[in-house]
């Protein structure tokens, strides 16, 4: 039954910032905060830092109409314990959790998510596919990261790591992600990726007005570059985006046709980059996924944007609420 709790408290780390977001029932945020993650102060200093932020946020409304605390924050994390495994992006941070220093200072409930897993939850939600029971959430970044809605609950797999969309091998034997898998979603497709694909065919002499536009510097070349280089028809350029287009239609094939959503919904960056290409795109879906996609080949943008993930936990804070009610 519905609890009678009108507000959740919605906090996302990432590897730069650190946010917490008042949010109601209906998604909708009554405050924010944010500040520097810093993970190089460690994880107990930055959970103090994000305590504050809370404090801050829910400081307007009466703690008894608050539920509870849900945290969404980049992996690899173990969802029950919030134990951090290696994390790329918060060094120093293994094998630590926030989640009982969190608990104890705000006296509420605190649960924690993994941020794409969360935007999926948001986009089945409040999203593009509101009332969805089938979505999946990619998000195209620095990374790439994803999330699965499947029967209208969150998959989160054996250990808390179902969802890992970046590392579907899409290009075998292609350029490798950091973690060390050649030719996956995410070694060719992130932004970092395609970076790197650009200064790798720098470094190997092909000439390119890409060089020029990041200032003689081949180590400055971002994915920003390479994508404004291919617009003004530079040939290593168009290379390079016609393989990430390639590689993100073999990878959304491979998920269609193991999980038929009703939505598959793209956030991030790249996908703001790749949008002069999006009907290229989507045929190359259609060509590779099975017959039944045809001509209903079910892509959309994320409109959610940057708060998906804490949208996302708040829809999931509200979600224990409601279930431990009596
Ligand atoms: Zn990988």
């Known amino acids: 039954m519905p ?3 009108k507000y959740a408290l919605a906090g996302d780390i990432g590897g730069t910032n650190m946010r917490a977001a008042l949010v109601d029932r209906e998604g909708s945020f009554l405050a924010r905060a944010v500040c520097a993650t810093q993970p190089e102060s460690g994880l107990n200093d930055a959970a103090n830092r994000l305590t504050a932020l809370f404090e801050e946020v829910v400081s307007r409304v009466p703690r008894d109409d608050v539920g509870g605390v849900v945290l969404s ?4 994390i173990d969802p029950e ?11 120093g941070w293994d094998g630590m959790t926030m989640k009982p220093g969190l608990t ?11 941020d794409a897993t969360l935007g999926a939850l948001a986009e089945s939600r409040f999203g593009v596919g509101k009332g969805a029971q089938h979505l999946v959430y990619v998000t195209l970044s620095t990374g790439v990261g994803g999330g699965i809605i499947a029967n209208g609950e969150m998959v989160t797999g054996a250990h808390g790591h179902a969802g890992e969309i970046g590392h579907l091998l899409v290009r075998p034997g292609g350029q ?10 995410e070694g060719i497709a992130s932004g970092g990726g395609i970076a790197r694909a650009a200064q790798a065919a720098l470094a190997a002499g092909r000439a390119s007005a890409m060089l020029e536009m990041a200032g ?6 971002t994915a920003q570059t390479v994508f404004e280089a291919a617009a003004e028809g530079d ?9 990430v287009i390639d590689a993100v239609a073999v990878g959304f094939a491979n998920i269609l046709n193991t999980l038929d959503p009703e939505y598959l919904v793209v956030g991030g960056a790249v996908t703001g980059s790749l949008q002069p290409y999006w009907d290229d795109l989507r045929a190359r879906i259609e060509d590779k996924a099975l017959p039944h996609f045809a001509g209903r080949v079910p892509l959309y943008v994320s409109p959610l944007g940057d708060d998906v993930s804490l949208v996302g936990a708040a829809a999931l804070a509200f979600d224990i609420a409601d279930a431990t009610a009596v």
């Not at 040939?235 to 393989?243: L, P």
């Open 3 to 5: 609890s009678p709790v």
């Open 73 to 76: 924050s980049a992996g690899p």
């Open 81 to 91: 314990t919030g134990m951090y495994d290696h994390p790329p992006n918060l060094p």
């Open 104 to 114: 104890a200072a705000l006296k509420l409930p605190v649960a924690i998510g993994h």
């Open 176 to 185: 490798s992600c950091n973690v060390g898998c050649d030719g996956c979603l």
């Open 216 to 221: 003689g510097d081949a180590g400055a070349v």
């Open 235 to 243: 040939a290593a350029a168009t290379e390079i985006v016609d393989v």
